[in-house]
């Protein structure tokens, strides 16, 4: 996994998030502005973006997961219940894919995507026919 940012100030900078497969094929990419993104809004040199990138995306901040981890769904209005970290699922998604995705225990990959949320992806690993394909899952909300 790889991020970088675009941009001649770091006000109006742009970060690219990457992700690789293991043989170095990109399976993921993702691009917003920093100046709406948690950690990386304060930045204000390219030093402070540098150490803002390797907190965003560091390992300190995206531990390993995996999909099992995810909260059931609970029907509410067709979304799971709200709760003090809720769990919204990609648009389109229905229960019996997210149970599903629940019950592979795939690895499983959060990262700062908003100001109050984080993005969710599943690693779905080759099997030798296709190859590895990351899905966005949905959106955890940060309390508050």
């Given at each position: ?44 040199t390219p ?80 099997d030798g ?16």
């Amino acid at each position: 996994m790889k991020a970088w940012t675009s941009g001649s100030v770091c006000d109006a900078a742009v970060v690219t998030l990457a992700i690789y497969a293991r043989d170095g094929f990109p399976i993921y990419a993702w691009a917003g502005a920093t100046q709406y993104l948690f950690a990386l809004n304060a930045a204000k040199t390219p030093a402070d973006m540098q150490t803002a990138l390797n907190e965003w995306v560091g390992p300190d901040n995206l531990p390993p997961d995996l999909t099992g981890t995810l909260p059931p769904w609970e029907q509410t209005e067709g979304q799971p219940k709200r709760a003090e970290f809720p769990f919204m699922p990609a648009e389109g998604m229905d229960q019996a894919t997210y149970e599903d995705l629940r019950k592979q225990n795939l690895h499983m990959l959060c990262y700062p995507q908003g100001m109050e949320s984080q993005l969710c992806l599943a690693l779905h690993r080759s099997d030798g026919n296709a190859p590895a394909m990351i899905e966005e899952i949905g959106l955890q909300l940060f309390p508050g």
